[in-house]
């Protein structure tokens, strides 16, 4: 039996089966709407009202959640609420994605052009009675520089036809040491490649002249992967259930990279068929579910990728919308979840020619922490992006329009902020939830160990679980319904993410023996990075102190690495060369993890004597314990 759910305000109507979740429903009618756990239940963002219909009563997770209160004010999880008649949803503002702020630029270090498509005029000499050697012959003749030069079938069938209508005046496209394809007079100037960065959470797509390295044009979306889950676990337990689910996966990003190159080549006006070579980029998982990849075990110990060499597939074979006979490389991972994007990051900083010892984290959904110079590079992954992206903070939200993005706390306790557009307060953003966090410690609402302490002030309340400091009355929200408020469950998330970079660095400079005076320089990447206040980073341990000027920040190396490696096949051999120099430290049986981490859930840590220039001018009262190993 099928059931009818229609959406306001947009008027928007699906059928689906019964025992379907709303959330399942929004998603086939295309309905704006968060859920950044994925439809498990665990954000409690997918808030929707119901107007019409009969509902079964809420689950535990409703319960937990939203509270009995607004569950009978007609208030319920749209991915935990399942279909059993008509039903008409209101979708509020605050239940909304909109339009999300993605950096997908990053700083790229100039190289030496040096593509792996070439492409060669050339007028040969027709066969004749005198001369009726095959076609083939031909233009392997007038190729005699390049060694071994196949074929491709497709062409092949097609070549006659085209030398000949072309009255043998043609261009020659050779990738990989095979013509896969000939077309008639010079276009040796129509010579172009794609470069794409799978991220967990966004994706980006980079049309690039292959001949002068210009960005012809670049965009952005989120992954369409995310209604399988915010985080790669959940999407590899999804695509692990079944070929079928597996496939799913994968077509969504498919599905999108093909959006943005439509897109592209609408506002460019360049032939799909000159579009002859695609980089990829993104960590192990996104990396496998690209390639349809089992990913089952990525998930379980030793956490080892399928493929962990540069791999070439042809366009055709994966559904990718290039020149069919075109090549799509991905980059070499290296282990667990430090996959091509971090070879990425480590071309674009060039953090493998420093001659002095460099922190490199690029921060995501998850974040991968590189250390070294050119004589050595450890590697991590963490789990820190949940978090950060809002799911697990109760006002939290991705950078889209009305999310807080900065805040300062006054000596009085009264609250500035700033928001994402200039709009009323939504919600609040990653940026914005470490610096009201690294503000309440500077001023002192909260002590070292997180614990909300300030007292008898309207900005402190008693919530559900505990003490809630208020950022923004909800007078001024966007709702007018709620204040946005920090909690102490959120402080203790924050400070769970953030004690999982930083031990993560800690356990790479004690495994490789190094002091903390040796560390020279950090460099912060990835999209989430680019907004973060360095200094409020500092104040709550989630990076070692070192001067300002010694911490930069440089956008999306991910992206620019997978340019590099698509305007030159030199830097495809650095690739593969820093993967095998790479060691990487699995983390999860490390002791030192363990023992760094609890340190670091203290802000901004237990070694309070690592962070001397913090420590002068927070306000916070001093609570921290030092974890001992017995």
Request: glycine fraction near 8%; charge should be neutral; proline fraction near 4%.
């Amino acid at each position: 039996m099928e059931f009818e759910v229609k959406f306001l305000p947009e008027g928007k109507k699906t059928l689906v089966k019964e025992g379907a979740t709303v959330f399942e429903a929004a998603l086939k009618a295309g309905v704006d709407l968060i859920a950044l756990c994925g439809g498990k239940g665990f954000c409690g963002k997918c808030l929707i009202e119901i107007i019409k219909g009969e509902i079964p009563p809420p689950t535990e997770q409703e319960l937990r959640k939203i509270g009995k209160e607004k569950i009978e004010k007609g208030i319920r999880l749209a991915c935990q609420l399942k279909v059993y008649d008509n039903l008409i949803i209101g979708v509020p503002n605050q239940s909304r994605i909109g339009k999300q702020k993605l950096v997908i630029m990053g700083v790229e270090p100039p190289i030496k052009i040096n593509p792996n498509v070439k492409k060669f005029y050339f007028e040969i000499t027709p066969p004749s009675l005198d001369d009726p050697r095959g076609d083939d012959l031909r233009i392997n003749e007038i190729l005699s520089n390049i060694n071994n030069i196949s074929f491709n079938y497709s062409l092949v069938k097609e070549m006659p036809s085209i030398l000949r209508e072309s009255n043998w005046k043609v261009t020659l496209t050779i990738v990989n040491n095979e013509l896969i394809n000939i077309q008639p007079g010079d276009k040796t100037k129509d010579c172009y490649g794609v470069a794409v960065d799978i991220g967990t959470t966004k994706l980006a797509v980079f049309i690039v002249d292959l001949l002068s390295g210009d960005i012809l044009f670049a965009d952005g979306m989120m992954n369409p992967q995310i209604k399988y889950g915010e985080d790669v676990i959940s999407r590899i337990q999804y695509a692990s259930q079944s070929n079928e689910n597996l496939r799913e996966v994968q077509n969504a990003i498919i599905n999108g990279i093909n959006e943005l190159i439509e897109k592209g080549l609408k506002e460019t006006g360049i032939n799909k068929e000159d579009l002859y070579e695609m980089v990829v980029v993104g960590n192990t998982a996104m990396h496998h579910l690209f390639l349809g990849l089992n990913v089952k075990w990525l998930g379980l110990a030793p956490y080892a990728p399928v493929i962990g060499m540069g791999y070439n597939v042809k366009a055709r074979e994966i559904g990718i919308n290039i020149n069919p006979s075109g090549n799509v490389y991905t980059l070499p991972n290296v282990a667990g979840f430090v996959g091509a994007d971090a070879i990425a990051d480590i071309l674009a900083s060039k953090i493998y020619e420093k001659d002095n010892l460099t922190l490199l984290m690029d921060v995501g959904t998850n974040t991968e922490v590189i250390l070294g110079n050119k004589y050595e590079l450890l590697c991590c992954s963490t789990a820190s992006g949940p978090a950060f992206e809002g799911a697990h903070i109760k006002f939290g939200m991705r950078a889209a329009s009305g999310a807080i993005e900065r805040v300062k706390i006054k000596e009085d306790f009264e609250v500035e902020y700033s928001t994402i557009d200039d709009e009323k307060a939504r919600g609040i953003c990653g940026s914005g939830i470490i610096d009201a966090i690294a503000e309440m410690l500077r001023t002192g609402v909260i002590d070292t160990a997180g614990r909300i302490v300030l007292e008898n002030h309207k900005r402190v309340r008693k919530g559900e679980f505990g003490k809630e400091f208020i950022i923004v009355f909800k007078e001024e929200t966007a709702t007018g319904e709620e204040d946005i408020v920090i909690t102490q469950e959120d402080i203790r998330e924050i400070q769970k993410a953030k004690a999982a970079m930083y031990a993560g660095y800690m356990t790479l400079m004690r495994v490789g023996g190094f002091k903390k005076e040796d560390l020279f320089e950090i460099i912060i990447a990835g999209a989430f990075g680019s907004y973060i206040d360095p200094l409020s980073a500092k104040i709550i341990g989630m990076i070692p102190e070192l001067p300002i000027s010694k911490i930069s920040f440089l956008g999306n190396t991910a992206g620019s690495g997978a340019r590099i490696c698509l305007k030159s096949i030199d830097y495809r051999k650095k690739a593969e060369e820093i993967a095998k120099k790479m060691k990487y430290i699995e983390l999860a049986v490390m002791r030192i993890f363990e023992e760094e981490y609890i340190n670091a859930m203290f802000l901004p840590n237990s070694r309070i004597e690592d962070f001397p220039e913090v420590m002068s001018i927070i306000k916070a009262p001093i609570n921290v314990k030092r974890y001992v190993k017995k």
